[in-house]
């Protein structure tokens, strides 16, 4: 495992190598494939069996293990995407879109408001935007602040990042959308409504290691987290790590 981690680490400047290497990293991971699967196990009502959805900033792939009716996409070519686009410059026709798949990747973007307004161009009325973000808190703030290798700053809405790679990030990017100022949010997109929030993971994502960092769980620890992550749902708002969003196109 340390010899992934030293590799990836490494891999600085080539993304595609990276992507693919993080699905090795996850394979390699209980406690980090036990949070994606909380992730997609909570927003499976939203993603209908049928219809286009479109999952972007796809990555490492591993959402096609629990949805079966998904185009993939990212910016970076790898094996697992079928289609290769910017999700701030969509390949897909007005009203065409069911559902699009946010998992992790807001917070790496240039300009956001450029995505949502081609979310609001692709997708049909009735259709989705299904996001699981970072979320800045009381507890993750010192964590992502001081550990994380991703920025965070509370000031700017978007990734203010001379370069354009994969480790370049604004972890506060989806905090400051949809919760800082969500009402500027609300009235900049009023046909994009936010029907569902929720806000949880204190531990396990920072438990795992994530993909730079050892895991620090024990294996045998995991279902008594997976437990303790449950009672504290409803104090995620203070103590969450992670969002969960989603907005419908009226
Ligand atoms: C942190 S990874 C998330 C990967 C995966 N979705 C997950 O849940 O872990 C961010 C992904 O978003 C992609 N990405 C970043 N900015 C993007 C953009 N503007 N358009 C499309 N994909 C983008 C990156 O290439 C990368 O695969």
């Known amino acids: 495992m340390e010899k992934l981690h030293r590799k990836y680490r490494n891999l600085w400047g080539n993304e595609a190598e990276m992507l693919v290497l993080q699905r090795r990293i996850i394979d390699a991971k209980p406690v980090l494939r036990a949070m994606y699967k909380n992730f997609y196990s909570e927003v499976r009502n939203f993603i209908p069996g049928k219809g286009l959805n479109v999952e972007i900033g796809t990555g490492h792939g591993y959402t096609k293990m629990f949805f079966e009716n998904i185009i993939q996409t990212d910016r970076v070519l790898t094996p697992h995407i079928a289609v290769c686009n910017d999700a701030q410059a969509l390949p897909f026709k007005d009203g065409s879109l069911d559902t699009i798949m946010v998992f992790g990747v807001l917070h790496h973007m240039k300009d956001p408001d450029e995505f949502f307004n081609e979310a609001r161009r692709t997708l049909k009325k009735g259709g989705r935007i299904v996001m699981v973000e970072p979320y800045v808190?009381?507890?993750?703030?010192?964590?992502?602040?001081?550990?994380?290798?991703?920025?965070?700053?509370?000031?700017?809405?978007?990734?203010?990042?001379?370069?354009?790679?994969?480790l370049d990030a604004n972890i506060a990017i989806p905090t400051i959308f949809f919760k800082k100022r969500k009402k500027e949010f609300e009235a900049?997109?009023?046909?994009?409504?936010?029907?569902?929030?929720?806000?949880?993971?204190?531990?396990?994502?920072?438990?795992?290691?994530?993909?730079?960092?050892?895991?620090?769980?024990?294996?045998p620890l995991l279902p008594m987290l997976l437990r303790l992550e449950k009672m504290l749902r409803p104090f995620g708002k203070w103590l969450g790590s992670m969002m969960t969003i989603v907005i419908r196109r009226n």
């Open 137 to 166: 808190s009381l507890l993750s703030y010192p964590i992502y602040k001081l550990v994380h290798h991703e920025g965070l700053n509370l000031r700017t809405k978007a990734c203010d990042s001379e370069k354009y790679h994969l």
């Open 188 to 219: 900049r997109y009023p046909d994009l409504r936010i029907i569902y929030e929720s806000y949880h993971t204190p531990f396990l994502f920072f438990a795992s290691g994530g993909y730079i960092h050892p895991n620090l769980l024990p294996g």
